[in-house]
Antibody
C-alpha cells in the first residue's frame, strides 16, 4: 500500500547532528514533491523544508535555514533531512509527506504522511 | 511572510451539530488552501484541497469554501470520530516561499 516510513530520530545533545530518512513505497516516488513538517510536543504543525521532483529546488523555514539540508534519492525511493547544530527548539516529531503538485488543482496538498520520527535535543 | 489565522482556537460541540472553522490569509492565496484533521497520537490527514475539493475517502459531511483570503471548513452532523484538531495550510508561494499552517482548531465534545 501507499506509505511513507520515517526513521533516524533519537536523543541528541545540543549542537549535535542527526539524519532522518523517509522511505516511500506503493507509488512512483519520483512523481511527487516531498516535504518535511515537524510538530513540537503539544504544539501545532510547522513546515520545515520542501524538495522538488528532481531535487532542482529546495526551500527551508527560516528557523532551520543554514542548519538543515533536505535531499532525495529517487532510485532508492527515499527522502532525507540532515539536521545540524541542533537546539532544544528543534525537539519535535518530524513527519515526511508527499504532494502531487503545486498547480491550482493540486495546491500543494499533502495527501500522504508518514507516522513521524521523534527528535529530542537535550543534554 | 504569509500568515494564516485560524479561528476559533478551540470549539466545543455535540454529536449531530454543524460546526464551522475559519482560516484567514494575510494576503490573497487564490484557492491554494488545504485542510487537515489530526487525531491524538496520529499523523494529520488531508480532508480538503484547493479550498473546496473533497479528498478521496473523506465523508461528504466535510466541506470547504472560500477564495482569496477567507476560507471555511464546515462539518455537518458531527460524528464521534470527528473530534480532533483541524489545521489549514497554504502553499501559494511554493516553491519560492514557505508553506504555512494555521495554528489549529481543537474540536472537543461538549
Amino acid at each position: 500500500q501507499v506509505q511513507l516510513v520515517e526513521s533516524g530520530g533519537g536523543l541528541v545533545k545540543p549542537g549535535g547532528s542527526l539524519r532522518l530518512s523517509c522511505e516511500a513505497s506503493g507509488f512512483i516516488f519520483s512523481d511527487y514533491y516531498m516535504t518535511w513538517i515537524r510538530q513540537a510536543p503539544g504544539k501545532g504543525l510547522e513546515w520545515v523544508s520542501y524538495i522538488s521532483l528532481s531535487s532542482s529546488y529546495t526551500n527551508y523555514a527560516d528557523s532551520v535555514k543554514g542548519r538543515f539540508t533536505i535531499s532525495r534519492d529517487n532510485a532508492k525511493n527515499s527522502l532525507y533531512l540532515q539536521l545540524n547544530s541542533l537546539t532544544a527548539e528543534d525537539t519535535a516529531l518530524y513527519y515526511c509527506a508527499r504532494s502531487p503538485g503545486y498547480s491550482s488543482s493540486s495546491t500543494g496538498a499533502l495527501d500522504i504522511w508518514g507516522q513521524g520520527t521523534m527528535v529530542t535535543v537535550s543534554s | 511572510d504569509m500568515q494564516m489565522t485560524q479561528s476559533p482556537s478551540s470549539l466545543s460541540a455535540s454529536v449531530g451539530d454543524r460546526v464551522t472553522i475559519t482560516c484567514r490569509a494575510s494576503h490573497s492565496i487564490g484557492n491554494y488552501l488545504n485542510w487537515y484533521q489530526q487525531k491524538a497520537g496520529k499523523a494529520p490527514q488531508l480532508l480538503i484541497y484547493a479550498a473546496s475539493s473533497l479528498q478521496t475517502g473523506v465523508p461528504s459531511r466535510f466541506s470547504g469554501s472560500g477564495s482569496g483570503t477567507d476560507f471555511t471548513l464546515t462539518i455537518n452532523s458531527l460524528q464521534p470520530e470527528d473530534f480532533a484538531t483541524y489545521y489549514c495550510q497554504q502553499s501559494y508561494s511554493t516553491p519560492r516561499g514557505p508553506v504555512t499552517f494555521g495554528q489549529g482548531t481543537r474540536l472537543e465534545i461538549k
